[in-house]
């Protein structure tokens, strides 16, 4: 089954310390996206990667970091400069072409604080 | 740049009641637009979508049609279920913006059996 996963479900952050969420697909796709979803506010972008090796900030990236290593991957971290970490994220992947623009998401990962 | 506005909510319908999801954008290029649906605890799932004006968009019941000239892209459906209840996104790629989507804020849709 082609798709995306999120792990963990829910995560657990304690004060100072960095976390990584972890983002796999098996589409193919080339680009791929990290959402934050706080209650009321929508989903908003923090990182997106159209191609291997290169990703670009969104409109929150402060406080978080990507890497781009393998097509498939696209780990999330949120370091401890994030001052209020608590929210549900999604990531997503798309083909990338201007035709074929569809995002897929994945389940989407809870982190909380302790 | 890029926004795109919905209905203030919650919405609460009861079983095979009319559904009318309002949403309108502001877009710089010429974009498409999506409708993506969230059931509790999960990631969003893709519902419909219309790549150019007068296009209609439909999946399970749901349609929506992409105005240009209102700038909108409102969410029907005639006969809502009890499983339609979740949370609902109107959404836009603008072509010249990367496939990046610009989401309203969603709106919660109970249906009452």
């Known amino acids: 089954d082609g798709g995306i996963t999120q792990s963990p479900k829910y995560l657990f952050r304690k004060e100072g310390q960095n976390v990584t969420l972890s983002c796999e697909q098996n589409?193919?796709?080339?680009?791929m996206y990290w959402y934050r979803q706080d209650p009321g506010q929508g989903l908003r972008l923090i990182y997106y990667?159209?191609?291997?090796?290169?990703?670009q900030k969104g409109d929150i990236a402060e406080g978080y970091s990507v890497s781009r290593e393998k097509k498939e991957s696209f780990p999330l971290t949120v370091t401890s400069a994030q001052k209020n970490p608590t929210a549900f994220y999604l990531c997503?992947?798309?083909?990338?072409?201007?035709?074929?623009?569809?995002?897929?998401f994945g389940p989407g990962t809870r982190l909380l604080v302790l | 740049g890029d926004s795109v506005t919905q209905m203030e909510g919650p919405v609460t319908l009861s079983e095979e009641a009319f559904l009318t999801i309002n949403c309108t954008y502001t877009?710089?290029?010429?974009?498409?637009l999506f409708w993506y649906v969230q059931y509790p605890g999960e990631g969003l799932q893709l519902l419909l979508k219309?790549?150019?004006?007068?296009d209609k968009g439909s999946n399970k019941g749901f349609e929506a049609t992409y105005r240009k000239e209102t700038t909108s892209f409102h969410l029907e459906k005639g006969s809502v279920q009890v499983s339609d209840s979740a949370v609902y996104f109107c959404?836009?790629?603008?072509?010249?913006?990367?496939?990046?989507?610009?989401f309203g804020k969603g709106i919660t849709l109970s249906v009452r059996p």
């Open positions: 589409l193919n796709h080339d680009a």
């Open positions: 990667s159209q191609i291997v090796n290169d990703f």
């Open positions: 877009a710089t290029g010429y974009p498409s």
């Open positions: 997503a992947s798309s083909a990338g072409h201007p035709t074929q623009e569809t995002q897929y």
């Open positions: 219309a790549t150019k004006a007068d």
């Open positions: 959404a836009l790629s603008d072509t010249g913006a990367n496939s990046k989507l610009t």
